[in-house]
């Protein structure tokens, strides 16, 4: 298929990638010029060929979507908030009836709702798309999270298989925005877990005995209960830093937790684990016993590891 695809960062430079892997011609399109040089830049440098002809640049959106051909695809691969609403506002002014519009981003499930109503009346099919598995599933294969108008989704399957390949997945949830409240609930469920592996970690670190913690991280990852991607990432961090020494446990929270925590609220369901690990994040910024802590340490290597978010280092 054709598709344009707006947002370099470390996800989008990634899916692009996949996507010229998999055949399709891409049409890109960035503020700075600097993503779109280190794609090209990873395409000389890929194991895999990848036919450049397939790789088109543009000057602005509306150049992006001049170049797609009818029905045009506009995959959005952008953060959350400010960014997205004006490259979305800014896609909006070009894209007619029967195109097809893709928000990738982390986007807040009202929002998503709103945006699909707001192209919807016009005739333009809207799908907010949840992507999960970080930088690392560029190799292992996308987990996509779908919502919006059902006859894209079935238009743009060729698009979602290239991105799964090898072992990820799709599948679609719903009208509006029911993708992205999947994968919002999906980022609130990973803060818990991030928050129980630092804590385990953080009490193994305290041992009365002198345990090998990537000993225990390789062991855990031998079909034990905790065997998980996360531990994986644990284990890799432990690896370069085996004391995370290198690491101030100052963490970022990018919102999807707090809308999770802040829903539960709305229909009285229990998200406790996930309320609790948000106030450890946000206690980890002006808290020095908190950001020093191994739990600390752990719960920011390990979002680097499977992110790539940056680390602050002592």
């Not at 993503?35 to 002809?53: A, E, F, R, W």
């Not at 193994?204 to 209960?225: F, G, H, M, R, S």
């Not at 229909?267 to 910024?285: G, H, M, T």
């Amino acid at each position: 298929m054709q598709i344009g695809f707006i947002g370099l960062g470390k996800m989008g430079t990634r899916m692009v990638l996949k996507l010229l892997e998999g055949g399709h011609e891409v049409v890109v399109w960035n503020r700075s010029s600097a993503p779109i040089q280190d794609l090209q830049l990873k395409i000389q440098n890929s194991k895999v060929k990848i036919t450049t002809q397939n790789l088109k640049v543009s000057e602005s959106i509306e150049a992006l979507i001049l170049q797609l051909q009818k029905p045009r695809v506009v995959w959005s691969m952008l953060p959350a908030g400010d960014a997205t609403e004006s490259t979305l506002q800014g896609i909006a002014k070009y894209v007619e009836k029967g195109d097809i519009v893709i928000d990738g981003g982390n986007a807040f499930y009202k929002d998503t709702q709103r945006r699909f109503d707001t192209f919807s009346a016009r005739g333009i099919a809207f799908l907010g798309i949840g992507v999960s598995g970080g930088i690392k599933a560029s190799e292992t294969g996308y987990p996509l999270m779908v919502g919006g108008d059902k006859g894209s989704f079935e238009i743009i399957k060729p698009i979602l298989e290239s991105l799964i390949k090898p072992h990820g997945g799709y599948e679609y949830f719903g009208t509006g925005g029911a993708g992205h409240f999947v994968k919002m609930v999906h980022n609130g469920i990973e803060y818990g877990m991030m928050q129980a592996i630092g804590e385990g970690y953080g009490v193994l670190e305290k041992a009365p005995y002198e345990l090998d913690l990537i000993k225990v991280a390789k062991l855990w990852q031998k079909n034990t209960i905790v065997t998980s991607f996360l531990n994986e990432c644990a284990k890799d961090a432990l690896v370069k830093d085996p004391s995370l020494s290198n690491l101030d446990g100052v963490i970022d929270a990018t919102g999807e937790a707090e809308w999770t925590v802040n829903r539960a609220k709305e229909e009285n369901v229990y998200a406790e684990n996930i309320d609790q690990s948000l106030d450890f994040r946000r206690r980890s910024k002006t808290d020095k016993a908190v950001s020093s802590s191994f739990a600390a340490r752990m719960v920011a290597a390990l979002r680097h590891e499977f992110g790539g978010h940056k680390v602050k280092e002592k």
